[in-house]
């Protein structure tokens, strides 16, 4: 069974950083591409970044300059490196990766617990 595993969440200053990482275990045979979502209450779960298998990136406007999305194919994980951190940040960060479990099966989504990122003073 395929999991996503993140970590890194916390509570931080405006201004300041944070790095958050996700890791794919279980069995499966292929990781596509993997990104970042987040959540606030009461809105839609909205993308951050994401990045291809061949390391191609996109990100929200809102996030460009400040926020740097990585990935290491090897360990099947990925990272994104958060800087001048804004009280607008604060919400639940999913990991997501497009996996397939096996090389018969289709490739789908799956979502990591979340993890929440408090910027406040």
């Known amino acids: 069974q395929v999991q996503l595993v993140e970590s890194g969440g916390g509570l931080v200053q405006p201004g300041g950083s944070l790095r958050l990482s996700c890791a794919a275990s279980?069995?499966?045979?292929?990781?596509?591409?993997m990104g970042w979502y987040r959540q606030t209450p009461g809105k839609e779960r909205e993308l951050v970044a994401t990045?291809?298998?061949?390391?191609?990136?996109n990100y929200a406007d809102s996030v460009k300059g400040r926020f740097t999305i990585s990935r290491n194919n090897g360990k099947n994980t990925v990272s994104l490196q958060m800087n001048s951190l804004k009280p607008d940040d604060t919400a639940v960060y999913y990991c997501n990766a497009l996996i397939a479990p096996t090389r018969w099966d289709r490739y789908d989504y799956y979502w990591g617990q979340g993890t929440q990122v408090t910027v406040s003073s």
């Open positions: 279980g069995s499966f045979f292929s990781i596509n591409a």
């Open positions: 990045i291809t298998s061949g390391g191609t990136t």
